[in-house]
Structure formats: structure tokens, C-alpha cells
């Protein structure tokens, strides 16, 4: 181990009195805290609160340390150690040690886990702890994106995994917030954790997530400080937050994005000719105008967020809005008026909206869509069971292409619900992961995105701003692109 890349260096906050309950207006409650398991935007709001990984995301989208006070790399590049602070305990009291990294590596590439994470790792060839505070990881060959994706390896206690079968319904981490109560469709209490690693932090006694389904009643109630904080408000109640008094409204491009997601198995849907006619009948200008207020850019495989990597929208020829020609392609294709079931859910009023004017704009060009709004667990395991025909639904994006790409569009996905077969996208996926020189990663994912624009199982539809909403007397909160919610353990109430 002789390439020392950096150290990080821990800058020590001054003491901070916690004081106070956060009060959080949240659409939905966790689908499951298990960080291993849960995919939604609900379950992360809650678990990114109580568990850590080696090392996280800024609002920069820069890595920090986490966990891993420093990392150095081999010569070779394939061998990366990581140095663990010293004196961190669980929720629990027990104290963390590398053993558990290993663990909860490997509990994430079981099968028997089924985690949307392991696509992430499978570059990895070992994973051993040196000693109680160092973990090295092996890789099978040289693996690009490595670092970018080990965030989301969140760290977690074996005896506690052991105890409860899965970490759905409990969670003991290392975070700034201990679980102390939830209510179902009510609330979540966190409370501080006094031992937690970083000095000062967090800066409020507790965060209470408050499960309030009604984007008025969220926005009534931040207007009036019953709520202090709403994350991701929807754009019609961002309007109306606009220059409200007593209330601020931050925003930053989001990467995560609105989709028409396909299932490739389906006739006749698996005729990439349909779903380049599908691109086609949608007018992504229209549902930015009517869905977003404005505040948001028609999307293509990557966000434009990833300045360094998305491309410009206008590459795509199927991205230009023309009912006629979907309908001259479903022609030739044999599927003129097929009938399309697309399956959604009503706790997020974007995904909503994007669902019915694509259902629309469908049925102009002659698909005649039908729209079947689920209950969000049920929409979650129709997803994870690829049992539709087409959803629209959120998806997340990564600060690396291949965090987001690989998993959803490679033939062994851990995310590909949509049972996408492309043995040339499988190909330049792999490639994007092995070359490790910028330029040659960018070539790499610029034809990805030509490739998957029109051809794909997914019709991007839009990335939005992402508006975070709190009152006046709320300090120290950034936003962060990819919807993370790290920065609450900074927060002060005044």
C-alpha cells in the first residue's frame, strides 16, 4: 500500500446546545428503514439520519469522510484501505469495528438479500478486515467508479440484523439520530445520539418526521410553524411558498428525475420501434410547463445536473414531440391502438401529474393508456416484481454515471425491473467501470445515452429543481442534488 491519496482531516464544530424538536412534513412514511433493502425517497429520509457510511456526499457533490477517517490506494489501483475513526460506537453501545464493514458488505451482495445496492460493488473481489479500525477493499480489476459508490454502503450491527431477520421495522446506526418512536401513517421521532462522532453535531434534540399526505395541509402548516421544514415541495406549493413571510425557499437541479418506465417483456413493448414511437407521442415541454411550474429541464439519461457527462437533450431525435409519426411508427410496427396499463402512485403530486398528462399525450397518438393509481407499497412491490407494463414514477440519480446506469440498464441489474436485454449497452456499461481515463469514461457514456434515449426501457421524462422549504428561525441546512437530507444533523432552531 504504497499511494497514499489524501487524508482526511476532521474540522471539529464548536459545541452546540441541542435544543428543540424539528418538525419535518413529509408526502409518505418509510417503505422499510433497512438501508440495505429500502429503495424510496421516504425510508432514506429517515435511515440516512441513522446510519453512516465510510463516506458521503456533500452539496458540492464531493465525497467527505464519513465513517473512514482516510483511504489510501495501491500502486496497481485495485487494492483501497480505509482507516476507521477511532471510538464510534452503534446505537447500541457496542463499538464499531472494521468487522462490520465486512458485514455489511457482504450482506448486501447476498442474494438472499436481494439489495438494490449490489450492482454497485460487483467490481469488488474481497473485502477483509486488517484490524479492529482497518478494512481493505480488493478489486477484481480496475473498477472507475469505486469511491463514488461507496456511500451508499451504509454500515450496520450483524447481532442486530440477526435478532430481527431484517432492519425494516428497527434501526440501531452509527448517526447523528437515534429511533426512539414511530407511529404508522403518523410519525417518526429521532432523537439526538449524545456519543455521536462529529463535535457539535447534531444541533437540534429531535427530529420528528411528520407523515401529512396533503401538500396544502404541509404548506398550511409550515406558513403557521407547526412544521419547520418540508423537503422536496412540490412545484405548485413552491409557487405558493414563493415570498411567503416567516418562510424561506431554497432550490438546487435535482438529480433525480421523472420517467415513463417500461417493461421490455411485454408485447409489444419489446419492439424497441414502439418505444422509440412512445418518446415520440410525449411532449416533455408541455409536462415541464403544466407539471413544473417551469422549474425544471426535459431529461435525458443523465441529469443535467452532471455537467460533466449529460448530454444535450436535442441529440435525440425521438426526443421532438410528434403524435404523427408515433402513430406512422405503432403502424409499421404492427401495434396501432394498443392498449397500455401504466401503474403510478398519489403521495407525490409530481409523479402524479406526469402520469396522467403522459397518459394523455398517449392516447393522441393512439396508445390507449389507462392510468392505476396504487397504494405506494403496492406500487413498490409491482415494481420490484416487474409486474406492469409501464409506471411513472421518482428515480434517483448518482454523483458517478455508472452509480445510476449500470444497475438500472445492464442485463444483471440489480434494478432493471424492466428486464432490458441489450447486449451493446451491456458491453459499454462494463467498459464505463474498467477505463478509468476521463476522457475515454466520457465517449463511453456519451453513446450510452444516444443509445438509451430512444432505444431504452425508460422514457426520461424531466429533472426538476428540487425545492426545500423551511421557516425563518431554521439554520444551517444545505440542499443537497441528490435528495440527500444529511445536512439536518447541522440544523440550529433559533
Not at 27 to 46: E, W
Not at 387 to 414: C, E, K
Not at 419 to 429: E, G, P, R, S
Not at 460 to 476: E, K, M
Request: some cysteine; hydrophobic content about 40%; charged content about 20%.
Amino acid at each position: 500500500m504504497r499511494k497514499l491519496i489524501f487524508l482526511f482531516l476532521l474540522v471539529l464544530g464548536t459545541a452546540v446546545a441541542q435544543s428543540g424538536t424539528l418538525e419535518i412534513a413529509v408526502d409518505q412514511q418509510p417503505v422499510g428503514l433497512d438501508p440495505h433493502i429500502a429503495t424510496a425517497f421516504s425510508s432514506r429520509n429517515v435511515y440516512d439520519q441513522i446510519y453512516d457510511g465510510l463516506l458521503e456526499v456533500n452539496a458540492g457533490l464531493q465525497l467527505e469522510p464519513a465513517l473512514a477517517e482516510s483511504f489510501s490506494v495501491s500502486d496497481d489501483g485495485l487494492t483501497y484501505r480505509f482507516v476507521l475513526r477511532d471510538g464510534i460506537s452503534f446505537h447500541n453501545g457496542r463499538a464499531l469495528t472494521s468487522e462490520d464493514v465486512v458485514y455489511s458488505y457482504e450482506r448486501v451482495m447476498a442474494e438472499e438479500t436481494g439489495s438494490p445496492q449490489a450492482s454497485r460493488f460487483t467490481g469488488v473481489a474481497s473485502v477483509i478486515a486488517i484490524d479492529d479500525r482497518t478494512v481493505e477493499f480488493t478489486l477484481a480489476e480496475a473498477f472507475a467508479p469505486f469511491l463514488a459508490n461507496v456511500p451508499n454502503l451504509k454500515i450496520v450491527p450483524q447481532e442486530v440484523v440477526e435478532a430481527n431477520g431484517d432492519l425494516q421495522q428497527v434501526a440501531v446506526g452509527t448517526g447523528p439520530f437515534v429511533l426512539k418512536e414511530f407511529v404508522p401513517d403518523t410519525f417518526f421521532l429521532l432523537e439526538a445520539n449524545p456519543n455521536y462522532y462529529r463535535e457539535g453535531q447534531p444541533g437540534v434534540a429531535a427530529l420528528k418526521f411528520n407523515v401529512v399526505a396533503d401538500s396544502s395541509t404541509r404548506a398550511a402548516g409550515l406558513r403557521t410553524g407547526t412544521f419547520h421544514f418540508v423537503p422536496a415541495v412540490d412545484f405548485a406549493t413552491a409557487e405558493i411558498l414563493r415570498g411567503q413571510s416567516g418562510v424561506t425557499l431554497v432550490g438546487t437541479q435535482d438529480l433525480a428525475y421523472s420517467l415513463l418506465g417500461i417493461n421490455t417483456t411485454r408485447p409489444p413493448l419489446n419492439n424497441a420501434v414502439v418505444r422509440e414511437a412512445i418518446n415520440l407521442a410525449i411532449d416533455r415541454d408541455e409536462i415541464v410547463e403544466a407539471a413544473y411550474f417551469g422549474n425544471a429541464l426535459p431529461g435525458g439519461p443523465l441529469s443535467p445536473g452532471l455537467t460533466d457527462w449529460a448530454l444535450d437533450t436535442g441529440e435525440y431525435s425521438c426526443y421532438r414531440h410528434d403524435a404523427d409519426a408515433a402513430r406512422e411508427l405503432l403502424a409499421n410496427a404492427g401495434a396501432e391502438g394498443f392498449e397500455l396499463e401504466i401503474i403510478t402512485f398519489g403521495t407525490m403530486q409530481i409523479v402524479l401529474d406526469v402520469a396522467q398528462i403522459v397518459q394523455a399525450q398517449l392516447k393522441d397518438a393512439g396508445i390507449d393508456a389507462t392510468l392505476t393509481v396504487e397504494e405506494f407499497g403496492n406500487f413498490v412491490q409491482r415494481w420490484r416484481n416487474s409486474d406492469f407494463d409501464a409506471f411513472v414514477s421518482l428515480n434517483g440519480g448518482n454523483i458517478d454515471p455508472d452509480g445510476y446506469l449500470f444497475r438500472t440498464f445492464h442485463s444483471g441489474g440489480s434494478t432493471n425491473v424492466f428486464k432490458y436485454d441489450n447486449v451493446a449497452i451491456d458491453a459499454l456499461l462494463e467498459a464505463g467501470r474498467i477505463n478509468t481515463a476521463s476522457k475515454t469514461r466520457q465517449d463511453v457514456y456519451s453513446q450510452i445515452q444516444r443509445l438509451l434515449a430512444c432505444d431504452g426501457p425508460i422514457a426520461h421524462v424531466a429533472y426538476g429543481t428540487l425545492f426545500t422549504a423551511h421557516r425563518d428561525n431554521v439554520n444551517g441546512f444545505q440542499p443537497v442534488p441528490d435528495r440527500s437530507l444529511r445536512y439536518l444533523r447541522t440544523v440550529t432552531l433559533e
